[in-house]
């Protein structure tokens, strides 16, 4: 495998290394304030880099188990009835060569969505770390100091505080500030923020909505809060929810918060949350 991922360097991208010293001091803990997220951002390049260059690998691979095929069929077939020894090691050694072709490709893809699965936390990591802190809201009851985006057991056991969801019923879900003060919140028509949300997805280019009426993700959880982050001024958020999220709150979000806003969404089995950024301009 190793052989045939060095026979790809010529024409995969070279990598462009990290910054000098930033893998020993994210080990070591000693990278000074404003240098985390880029050493994360370096990081999760990097990873990008190796990804592309075993993608490449994977098609050289494919390839030559294809090639490998195709002769083991020309050879049984010119080769058949043979008694030769010779002919006959060259038989025995087509089909144990292929399977180590599948088994290399089976394992470098493996390789690739483990390292997708941990580029994917290196983004809430970066999400988060990019994100100021949001303007304090008023009430201070109930704040739990926590970093949500990244602590799947403290979400889980956030969700065994909420009902569990059947068909016909309300979502419901608690929603979290910077500071970690919690909002219990229920789908449902919502003046004060289902009409906001309506109005700004109606005026959004992107968004897509028709003349039957307000879409209903106005009426969800994840949109009602996204709403409240926008009237406080909060830039970043965090949800747990006892059902999953739908795919209209997955676009309509992103509309809604304003750019360098985040919005984490822990749904149900999930190991790691939904980071919706903002795209709204401010």
């Known amino acids: 495998m190793a052989a045939v991922v060095a026979s790809t360097s010529g024409s995969a991208p070279q990598p462009v290394p990290p910054r000098r010293g930033t893998c020993h001091a994210i080990r070591r803990g000693k990278l000074q304030e404003g240098d985390g997220v880029s050493a994360v951002g370096d990081l999760d390049q990097a990873l990008a880099q190796v ?17 490998c095929d195709e002769a083991g069929e020309v050879l049984g077939f010119a080769l058949e009835g ?6 006959l090691e060259v038989l025995a050694a087509v089909e144990p060569t292929s399977d ?17 699965t941990y580029r994917r936390g290196l983004e809430i990591q970066q999400a988060v770390d990019s994100t100021p802190p949001s303007a304090a809201h008023p009430s201070t009851v109930g704040r739990i ?8 057991t403290w979400a889980d056991q956030v969700r065994k505080r909420l009902p569990k969801w059947m068909d016909g019923n309300q979502t419901t879900g608690f929603g979290y500030d910077h500071d970690g003060t919690e909002h219990r919140m229920t789908s449902g ?20 909505t028709d003349d039957r009426g307000a879409p209903t993700v106005t009426l969800h959880v994840e949109v009602k809060y996204a709403q409240m982050m926008r009237r406080a001024g909060q830039t970043y958020g965090v949800v747990i ?3 999953l999220m739908c795919d209209g709150c997955r676009d309509a979000v992103p509309e809604i918060l304003p750019q360098g806003s985040v919005l984490a969404v822990w749904e149900p089995g999930a190991a790691q949350p939904h ?6 301009r401010p």
């Open 189 to 208: 028509y919502d003046l004060s923020l289902s009409e906001p949300a309506r109005l700004t997805l109606h005026n959004s280019e992107t968004f897509p």
């Open 51 to 67: 990804v592309d260059r075993i993608t490449a690998a994977l098609g050289l691979l494919t390839a030559a188990q294809d090639a």
């Open 275 to 280: 980071i919706l950024k903002g795209a709204a």
């Open 241 to 243: 929810i006892n059902k």
């Open 100 to 116: 180590e072709l599948i088994h290399a490709y089976q394992a470098a893809h493996r390789v690739i969505e483990l390292i997708t």
């Open 145 to 152: 100091p926590t970093d949500a985006a990244r602590d799947r």
């Open 82 to 87: 043979t008694t030769d020894p010779a002919a």
